[in-house]
Antibody, heavy 114, light 112 residues
Framework: QVQLQQSGAELVRPGSSVKISCKAS????????MNWVKQRPGQGLEWIGQ????????NYNGKFKGKATLTADKSSSTAYMQLSSLTSEDSAVYFC???????WGQGTTLTVSS | DAVMTQTPLSLPVSLGDQASISCRSS???????????LNWYLQKPGQSPQLLIY???NRFSGVLDRFSGSGSGTDFTLKISRVEAEDLGVYFC?????????FGSGTKLEIK
C-alpha cells in the first residue's frame, strides 16, 4: 500500500533553515510528482511546489520561490523540502502528497521561535 | 491564480440530513484536453486530508456512495447524504488544473 512517512516535528530559531523529509513506499517513486503543502491554523492550505523524482524537474508557487527548495533521492525514495531564512510566518504543518493528491503524509509541524 | 471560493464556511447539520458544499473557481478548471481536475477532501482534527472525490465526480477507493461530486467549468458541489457522526470535520476542494494549484478555504461540517 502507498505510504508517505514524514520526518518529525521541528523547533528552530528564526533566520535558520530546516529540511523536512517524506519517505515514499508502495509505489514507483520516480514516476509520480511529489507535492508539498503548507497549512497554518486559520490560513487554509497553500501549495508550495512539486518535484518529479524521475528527473528532478520542479514547479514552484511563486509565493514560495526563494523560501522552499525541493529535492528528491531516488535511491531512498525520499523527497525533501528545505525552508530557508525562517520566520514566525513559516510556523505551520507541512504535508507531502503525491500527484494526483491521493495519498498524503502525516504532516510535519514546524515551529519557528527563539 | 485560480481563486477557489468555498461556501459555506460552517455547515451545521443534524445526523441523517443531507449536506451540500460549493466551490466556485475564478477561472474554468477544464483543461485543453477536456479534463477537469477538481478534488474534494475531508480533514479531521490532527489528521492529514483524505481524498473523497477526484476529477469532479469520481469516488476514491473505499469512499462510500453517500458522497457525490458534480459540476463543470467553474462551479462544483459536494453532496453528503444521510450525514453520520464520522463525517464531521473540515471539507475542502482543490484544483489541480492550473499552476499554482489552489485550495478552497474549507467548510466545517458540525452537529446542529
Amino acid at each position: 500500500q502507498v505510504q508517505l512517512q514524514q520526518s518529525g516535528a521541528e523547533l528552530v530559531r528564526p533566520g535558520s533553515s530546516v529540511k523536512i523529509s517524506c519517505k515514499a513506499s508502495g509505489y514507483a517513486f520516480s514516476s509520480y510528482w511529489m507535492n508539498w503543502v503548507k497549512q497554518r491554523p486559520g490560513q487554509g492550505l497553500e501549495w508550495i511546489g512539486q518535484i518529479y523524482p524521475g528527473d528532478g524537474d520542479t514547479n514552484y508557487n511563486g509565493k514560495f520561490k526563494g523560501k522552499a527548495t525541493l529535492t528528491a533521492d531516488k535511491s531512498s525514495s525520499t523527497a525533501y523540502m528545505q525552508l530557508s531564512s525562517l520566520t514566525s510566518e513559516d510556523s505551520a504543518v507541512y504535508f507531502c502528497a503525491r500527484t494526483p493528491f491521493d495519498y498524503w503524509g502525516q504532516g510535519t509541524t514546524l515551529t519557528v521561535s527563539s | 491564480d485560480a481563486v477557489m471560493t468555498q461556501t459555506p464556511l460552517s455547515l451545521p447539520v443534524s445526523l441523517g440530513d443531507q449536506a451540500s458544499i460549493s466551490c466556485r473557481s475564478s477561472q474554468s478548471l477544464e483543461n485543453s484536453n477536456g479534463n477537469t481536475y477538481l478534488n474534494w477532501y475531508l480533514q479531521k482534527p490532527g489528521q492529514s486530508p483524505q481524498l473523497l472525490i477526484y476529477r469532479v465526480s469520481n469516488r476514491f477507493s473505499g469512499v462510500l456512495d453517500r458522497f457525490s461530486g458534480s459540476g463543470s467549468g467553474t462551479d462544483f458541489t459536494l453532496k453528503i447524504s444521510r450525514v453520520e457522526a464520522e463525517d464531521l470535520g473540515v471539507y475542502f476542494c482543490l484544483q489541480v488544473t492550473h499552476v499554482p494549484f489552489t485550495f478552497g478555504s474549507g467548510t466545517k461540517l458540525e452537529i446542529k
